[in-house]
């Protein structure tokens, strides 16, 4: 097929792309500007590159058309990230493409009423980007329902070399790693049992892949993209400190306590990561799309950390 890729040089599309020209398709790419994808690959040289500020576009009311006119029979947006936006690009392919994929996210579930949990569960995200991209894929699942061939796939914390994987306290400071790598203490919050569900970004373009290769079984569906199972903080921590020939050495503290000496930053995302604690099946994409995930939570981090 011919297949625009919305956001293809950011860490779904490095792997996606090549792996869609491997299948034989004829991939258009879309990007923001001109940055290279994360890791060169042969196959883009045979990719078209269209290069459209998306935002800018849409508020002149002409990205829709623009990727209308590229006569694709598949889209994948991997960068939408409210329903305004996505109902701009669906009017404007609603009598042309054959299929439609959104990347969606874990995040819309919320905190977990039961573990694991599967894509019946309830949406209850809290933020903004969960609740809009819970709102997205309420709205694509509607119109998808009266026959736009709309898939919503929803990844865990992607990860993968070429930038920083979310960190055993659940935050992005590299310190971390340092500290587990030399050996040094690592305060975690609390009993560090929240967990993480990391999933490489190889893996994520394996989803994608099969999906669009089997729309009789994707459309109208969504689907978890994760690893197999998720990882503690502390098993995570242990895990990385004996990459490095140690024993990881470990200090427990209440939230209040452990928040004080870090930024605001890393405490905003550590109190997101620990308060949605995913623990999602991908059973469902095992069964219906044969998904099968090469890196499990931690060994995609490793994968990561190999090139940091």
């Keep these: 097929m011919r297949i625009t890729v919305i956001g293809a040089t950011g860490h779904i599309g490095t792997w996606l792309v090549p792996r ?20 060169p690959s042969s196959e883009w040289d045979s990719v078209e590159r269209v290069t459209i500020d998306r ?12 990727i209308t006119d590229m006569e694709a029979e598949a889209v994948i947006d991997l960068i939408c990230f409210d329903r305004a936006s996505a109902s701009h690009l669906v009017d404007a392919l609603r009598s042309q493409v054959k299929h439609f994929i959104h990347c969606g996210t874990l995040w819309v579930h919320g905190v977990p009423r039961t573990r694991p949990y599967d894509e019946t569960a309830p949406r209850e995200p809290f933020g903004e980007y969960g609740i809009r991209k819970a709102e997205i894929e309420n709205y694509l699942l509607d119109q998808s329902s009266h026959g736009f061939p709309a898939t919503i796939l929803h990844p865990g914390h992607i990860t993968g070399p070429g930038w920083d994987p979310i960190n055993p306290a659940g935050n992005l400071s590299r310190n971390v ?6 050996g040094e203490t690592v305060d975690l919050p609390d009993d560090g049992l929240a967990t993480l569900q990391h999933v490489h970004a190889d893996d994520v373009a394996q989803a994608f892949e099969l999906a669009v290769a089997q729309p009789h079984k994707s459309i109208g569906q969504s689907f978890h993209v994760a690893a197999r199972e998720p990882v503690t903080m502390r098993s995570y921590a242990e895990t990385v400190a004996s990459w490095f020939g140690h024993r990881a050495h470990l200090e427990f503290l209440p939230w209040e ?28 994409a095992e069964q219906i799309l044969g998904f099968k995930p090469r890196y499990s939570a931690v060994d995609a981090v490793r994968d990561a950390l190999t090139e940091m």
């Design 177 to 182: 790693f340092e500290r587990l790598a030399y």
């Design 20 to 39: 869609l020209v491997r299948a034989g398709h004829s991939v258009v790419t879309v990007s923001r500007g001109d940055r290279e994808p994360y890791h």
């Design 55 to 66: 935002s800018r576009a849409e508020r002149e009311g002409s990205f829709g058309q623009s």
């Design 257 to 284: 306590e452990w928040q004080r000496d870090k930024n605001a930053r890393a405490v905003e995302l550590t109190h997101d990561h620990m308060t949605h604690s995913p623990c999602a099946s991908i059973a469902k």
